[in-house]
């Protein structure tokens, strides 16, 4: 390495640095003791290294000083340390004459200078000059050019785009002289000019006018190597900004299309193309054929690949290319050995989109059996795709599949295929769903999944679910007592926030459950110690709300049977306890679904709720109430000294509850006496307790809070140090003085158990009433439910079949979109707002300005400048198209209209579907042009108005007379394009 | 256009690192991290593209292929062709081998200048300049040849005159 053998010094440098000259470590000393170091030696190692470095760099030998910067290039490059502190001293390396020292200058500025970081980096705009001088050797200006595409700052930028023009023109090649190997008469420089004036134009939109016109010439280059460059620049562009400023350049882009056999340059044709063809539909019609031949000739993959990503993207119609691209893709798909090819594959099917889903429908095998694809990416892609066909149609089926085979998944796309489920199916509040009994199942099998990890988005859908549909309480109640009673779910910590939402539904939905005894023994399994507390408090709340409603169903069957001994058999609104009986009839209704669904009872209608309750007797006599109390008491009793406040005090309330039912000297005698204190005793509270949970939570918008005025006289702004300084004076922690009050008025909280809850109920009700319109409305709801019919039962029994081929049967029409055929209508979804649900993410982005500029300029430059002979007068043409740039923008809606004349380029009506003011925007091109130019229109203007076969004849002869001649012209595309 | 090139080890140390839109080096450490950790998960068998928007920003993705001890990884956005990529990675450690008589992980450790020479006739500024192996050699040799004749010239005189100074 020549760098390495430096270990001259010169006779003028001072002490120090002499002796740092002739002892100084190479690149090569410093990798060799970073490598044979201990691991744990490096950070010391590194940072003498650099005090080593910034005492050599400072050397006047030129040679010492190339050593430590070739040293620190290296160090930030791979050990990632800083050198912006020594741009100045890399800059004070670039006008070294020594080609070493110079390129290593460059290196080092390539690597670490730039504008946000390098404040001297005005200082090397004339250095850079310097060597882009034709009369600097041509490696010089390379590295110039290099620096100048990697560093440049929009001000350098400008600044030097003058001094790039006579390397990205053709004559550099003769005026450069001292090039041995400039025989094949293109200057080796030129590609590497044209990629400098891609990052100049896209740093520096004001030097367009300077050097599009040359890079445009690159184009029609006799050297490959150019004419690649430029091609590999205006695709640049093409993406990064809006295309519709190179139209003009399609002609060119098209012959060099046909007349290229340089796959490099035909992909980025393809990139350019598949930019362009959206804007013009008589272009794809042009471009149909020679893409359908590349794709059939061409043996380079990625070409082919390239070309059924363009038919893809930008040639919606035109269907016998489609079809050949999507066998290509097929071909891709089955081919075992790639699973690159694969993998693009199926990344091509993505853009197909819903427009052309015949293509995945197609391909469907393929795409179902990529989900147990030994690679990762293959397997999320084809969840993709498959998931971007989800209709509420196959819906079921899809999601059916791939719960399932989430099952025999390994744990991180089991979870990405849960996840995929979870969204689409929640999206937009559950838009997809129609059945939600089956949604409900499925939830509930998702949290059987042994790997699943989302417990939190299943648990926010499980509760928004009960508060959303009324419909599928039952079946969610039904869920949530399958997974609560299953001891061995409690041990996975993923599964918690399931367990909590599902005892949450059975609490808060008790009215549902079939079976309560069975259902507290759930809650208050021994295994529940292993829950988070906030968890158990939930369960523990859920207890609660279980044993109020036993105790209230108890008396009203109590009352019912009192009632019926009367002979009043069907009168039960009649009822003293009027509150109990609006809940229990609702109750009737939705008990007998559940019955039947679950083979528990076999009567068909009960005609009222007193049969009804008679029916239900095993649950509510005196003995089982007895037993749940006596469960409840015992499992919950030792809660009560917990060391977390939200469990204790959720069980004292429980025990508060019990003990006061056991004080009731009524609950001691016979069930006799019992019946007859009801009425003041027992039955008093219960339904104190009843109507504090009967009180429907529905859900709550998030612009809710929003809407609540401010009432007058609240200041929400207002500081509120003061109270900090309150509470620091209290010295006691607010939390903690909370669970102080608990433990002293324990004594008290059995007694004023039931004077809260009338005051909470009383609150509600107020609050309801003055503020109704941030409530559900309840009573509409119930109205409107009552008109439609049962949602149906699941009817989908999961089968956890094994190969990938059932997967496929199961799906076998499931991506065919069918025509939407409800069999019966979808349960009412409650939504509060427009914003309610809709994800922020689905805002459309806007186009940056900046861009504009960019595609702006070239807009003017291409379209302004075809009447201009070369580039040869480029200072003027660049002034006077700079005026133009700013002049005509205003008036290009006024002028005349010359209808034949297609300017494709008009940002402002590029997407509106009226192809008309495009070709009257053309005009401005026209009017500001010369004399000549205005000739030259009229002549196409004629032309185009006979017959296509004259227009082939009319772009021949134009053609011929300027073979050379690369500027684009409004009749040359337009002959392109008819 | 290609946003990154780097080539590091199975331990996942980077052995050269060019990115062609800035970054600074601690931000280049953290990626290649990042990088290292994304490659480091994958099987041998498994396709060479990975998506990189999480790490490079959006609509990157990222090709990589795995030589001995060695992964050469290139970024690109969707102006790239993901398998002309991968040919690009073919040809550059095809110049290295031939650059280097069967090249091995010490020859690009060694070998920080040259190896940045080779990438920049290959990769110019984010844009592929040059796919023929024998094309960037040459143009290697040509540099290479210029500046060891000039440092022949500048520094034989110095080191003679060091010497006998002392």
Known sequence: ???????????????????????????????????????????????????????????????????????????????????????????????????????????????????????????????????????????????????????????????????????????????????????????????????????????????????????????????????????????????????????????????????????????????????????????????????????????????????VRTLFSGFPDHDRALRLAVDKVKEFLTNDDDPNLRYLGLRALTILGPRNSWGVVESRDSVIQSLADPDPNIRHEALRLIMGMVFDTNVVEISVMLVNYAMKSDPVFANEMLDAVLTTCGRNVYELIVDFDWYVSLLGEMARNPHCAKGEEIERQLVDIGLRVRDARPELVRVARDLLIDPALLGNPFLWRILSAAAWVSGEYVEFSTNWLELVEALLQPRTSLLPPLVRAVYIQAVFKVLAFCFSSYIDQLEASQVSSLGHSTTVGGSTIECNAASANCLSDDITGTESADGFATADKPASLLSLLEKKDPFFTRESLKRILYLIETAVGPLSENDDVEVQERARNVLGLIHMLQEIPAWKTEEEGFKKDKDNGVGKIMNLMQAMFSEEIGPVSVNAQKRVPVPEGLVLEENLSDLAMILTEGDIAPSMSISFTLRSHQHMETKDEAAPSVQSTYLLAEHRKRHGLYYLPAEKDETELNDFPRAYDPLLPVSHSDATEDLVKLTEQSLIPRKVKHTKPRPIVLKMDEGDGVLPSALTTVKESKDDMLSGAIHEVLLGNEGKPSSSQKGSSNKSSGRRMKGVSDNSESVPQSKENLDLGDRENRSSSSRRSQHRSHGKGRHRSSQNNEEKEEKSHRNSTRSGHHHERHEHRQRGETPLNAVPQAPAIQDLLL | MIRAVIVMNTQGKPRLVKFYDFQPPEKQQELIRSVYGVLSERADNVSNFVEADAIFGPGTQLVYKHFATLYFVFVFDSAENELAMLDLIQVFVETLDRCFKNVCELDIVFNFNKMHMLLDEIIFGGQVLETSSEQVLKAVEEISKLEKSSSAISLVPKSVSARFGR
């Open chain 1, 1 to 307: 390495m020549a760098g390495g053998s430096s270990s001259s010094s010169s006779s003028s440098s001072t002490g120090p640095s002499l002796v740092d000259s002739l002892f100084q470590r190479s690149l090569d000393d410093l990798i060799k003791s970073l490598r044979s170091q201990p691991v744990g030696a490096e950070p010391a190692l590194l940072s003498r290294a650099l005090a080593e470095i910034r005492r050599e760099i400072r050397s006047p030998d030129p040679d010492t000083k190339a050593v430590a910067l070739q040293k620190l290039t290296y160090l930030s490059s791979i050990h990632g340390l800083d050198a912006s502190w020594a741009a100045f001293h890399a800059l004070e390396l670039l006008p070294s004459p020594s080609p070493l020292h110079k390129r290593l200058a460059y290196l080092a500025a390539s690597l670490s200078f730039h504008p946000s970081t390098t404040d001297v980096l005005p200082l090397a705009t004339h250095q850079l000059r310097k060597d882009l001088s034709p009369s600097s050797p041509p490696n010089f200006s390379s590295l110039a050019l290099h620096l100048l595409s990697l560093s440049a700052s929009p001000d350098l930028a400008r600044h030097l785009a003058p001094d790039i023009l006579p390397l990205l023109s053709p004559r550099a090649s003769s005026t450069t002289t001292n090039t041995k190997n400039n025989n094949n008469n293109s200057s080796p420089l030129r590609p590497k000019a044209a990629v400098a004036t891609l990052h100049a134009l896209s740093l520096c939109p004001d030097v367009v006018p300077l050097l599009v016109k040359p890079l445009v010439d690159c184009l029609s280059s006799p050297d490959p190597r150019v004419v690649s460059a430029a091609v590999g620049a205006f695709a640049e562009l093409v993406s990064a900004t809006d295309p519709s400023p190179y139209l003009p350049l399609a002609p060119e882009f098209y012959r060099l299309l046909t007349d290229s056999r340089n796959n490099w340059v035909l992909i980025k044709l393809l990139k350019i193309f598949a930019r362009l063809a959206p804007l013009e539909p008589r272009l794809a019609a042009r471009l149909v054929d020679p893409l359908c031949d590349l794709i059939r000739r061409s043996s380079a993959q990625s070409l082919v690949l390239e070309c």
